[in-house]
């Protein structure tokens, strides 16, 4: 299979093992499914697991199920379903069947009794602490529940009374009946099904019991004729339980489970509870919050589908741990935005510039390219007023080297004049408040006698038409340190700056969620909710620097 760069990538061991079921003829086509829980939004994790289940479908002609594993109804919402259907379209992949754990609540019912009936299952009233205390350790086996020898005819009894409503929650649970001396923990008989007299997102309160996800996964799989059930690393241990429903409720299909690692990424939370907490402590503005690692804080903050795609390429598919460098993800949607993204000039941190020498009262519109070497331009106004960028003023050059502007020092405008520093005006403190300059007018951008190059070039934006601009700055959620502890003492507090600057007039013209580059500046969205034209807001990106790229050369 080739990469983006059109080199030939070693196929993964997922990949391996469906092309030997193919070749062997034990599947003639590939079904997966992807099965997240709503009760929260989905973050760059699933991203991952999102691209390896509907890309497995899409390369190999099959198709892929969106499956919500709703059987907790205390924590879901349908508000997480819709944000997960938009963050699936969103990265261009749709489902073959929309699906819910719920729709299959009769069918698991009936294999839980089919257990009881074959003494699989019972009826235990210990408690979940006491279930806990009595499982035992690594090296030691676990106490089988003195309710372990209940007759089925009264298991049977007490589980129709559990779905009947006559228990309180906790009051009573039923378990798998397997081998509490296990080495495996997870089949020192668990519990598969508990009450819950929560209102469900979807069936009401028709239901007070539900099924244990490692109870109701195999038999959703089973039921659909997936062909492939991929899950991640911290699975893996459960595997033995999810073959044994499998088999021990005689499914027709007999679906494997195969686990890949997850994606853990440095100075970022990838746990939805946590992410929970962040937005219910007011640490962030919300789910989408452009500092969130969740698909829609990504999109709010401006990545692109095609970036997230690529980036979830680069990763791979591995069955080992490990955490991956935020940096590859930066990387890869600022190398998509550079191909795609309109060139505009923005100042953040804005310095008053006067050319006294430009005619009062003249404005004149110059041509900008929106790509470099692209067939369109934009026009941008230009004047004796001007902003240019803080940073790119100092009274007095520190070295031969500093190629911005200073005084006795001349730079070039970018598309307009060589501009040359004459003196400066300042404040009661001291302060540089303006810079007041002349301008060649025979060193104009294209023209053809503009042949005198300097070697430093900035941006600017006129001041009589500049927009005036919210500019939102981000940085990692979390600080760069590993300390341990509760996440929230690693939060960073600079994680967020919101700056007053301008943007040239063009920006007037973008759409809610569009992307620009702001030439030596960084790459930048129009805010998908706060931005209008009455009111601009530009969410960065990512900065045009990329320390990264050095390591995949």
């Known amino acids: ?105 009769e069918y698991m019912y009936e294999c839980a009794v089919r257990l009881i009936k074959k003494g699989l299952a019972f009826v235990c009233d210990l408690s979940a ?5 009595t499982r035992g350790t690594l090296t030691e086996p676990g106490k089988e529940s003195p309710f372990r020898s209940r007759s089925v005819e009264e298991n049977l009894q007490l589980f129709e009374e559990m779905r009947a409503g006559r228990f309180a929650d906790g009051e009573k649970v039923l378990r798998a009946k397997i081998d509490m001396a296990s080495p495996n923990v997870n089949m020192r008989d668990p519990v598969i ?116 795609r690529d980036f979830c390429e680069r990763i791979g598919v591995a069955k080992a741990n490990s955490e991956v460098d935020a940096r590859l993800l930066e990387h890869c949607v600022r190398e998509d935005l550079n191909a795609h993204a309109p060139r505009l000039m923005g100042v953040l941190r804005p310095l008053k510039l006067v050319i006294e020498n430009y005619p009062e009262g003249r404005r004149e519109m110059l041509a900008a390219e929106d790509l470099p070497g692209g067939e369109t331009t934009h026009e941008v106004p230009f004047s004796r007023e001007l902003y240019i960028e803080q940073d790119d003023f100092m009274e007095e050059a520190p070295s031969k080297k500093y190629f911005r502007l200073a005084v006795g020092k001349e730079v070039r405008l970018k598309n307009a004049y060589i501009i040359k520093c004459e003196r400066v005006e300042k404040d009661e403190a001291g302060h540089v408040v303006k810079v007041i300059c002349t301008y060649d007018p025979l060193s104009k951008s294209g023209d053809v006698n503009a042949g005198r190059k300097v070697k430093g070039t900035l941006h600017w934006v006129e001041c009589q038409t500049a927009v005036p601009a919210e500019i939102r700055l981000y940085d990692y959620l979390l600080r760069e340190d590993d300390a341990e502890g509760d996440f929230m003492e690693r939060l960073n507090p600079n994680s967020l700056e919101v700056l007053q600057g301008f943007v040239e007039p063009e920006v007037l013209k973008a759409r809610p969620g569009q992307q620009f580059q702001f030439l030596r500046q960084g790459y930048f969205c129009a805010d998908a909710k706060d931005f209008s034209p009455e009111h601009v807001v530009m969410n960065q990106i990512v900065g045009l620097k990329d320390s990264f790229s050095k390591t995949l050369k």
Not at 129 to 133: A, L
Not at 248 to 254: F, G, S
């Open 1 to 105: 299979m080739e990469t983006k760069e059109g080199a030939v990538r070693s196929r993964n061991f997922i990949e391996e093992i469906i092309d030997a079921d193919l070749a062997a003829g034990r599947h003639d086509h590939v079904l997966t499914r992807f099965p997240p829980e709503p009760n929260g939004y989905l973050h760059i994790g699933h991203a991952k697991a999102i691209c390896l289940n509907f890309g497995l479908a899409q390369q190999y002609g099959g198709a892929c199920n969106l499956r919500y594993d709703d059987t907790n109804p205390a924590k879901e919402d349908e508000e997480y379903v819709r944000s997960i259907e938009e963050d699936i379209h969103w990265l261009g992949f749709a489902w073959k069947n929309k699906l819910y754990a719920s729709d299959y609540f």
């Open 193 to 308: 099904y508990r009450i819950s007299h929560a209102e469900h997102h979807r069936t009401g309160s028709k239901w007070v019991i539900y099924p244990m996800y490692d109870f109701a996964h195999p038999l959703e799989d089973a039921y659909e004729g997936i062909t492939h059930s991929i899950c991640t690393l911290e699975f893996e241990a459960h595997r033995p339980l999810y073959d044994w429903v499998i088999e021990n409720c005689e499914c027709e299909n007999v679906p494997h489970q195969y686990e890949f690692a997850r994606l853990n990424l440095t100075r970022t939370i990838m746990s939805k509870r946590y992410l929970k907490r962040l937005v219910d402590e007011g640490v962030v503005s919300g789910w989408d919050d452009p500092r969130m690692p969740t698909i829609s804080g990504l999109r709010r903050r401006g990545y692109t589908p095609a970036s997230i």
């Open 129 to 133: 602490e006491q279930i806990r205390e």
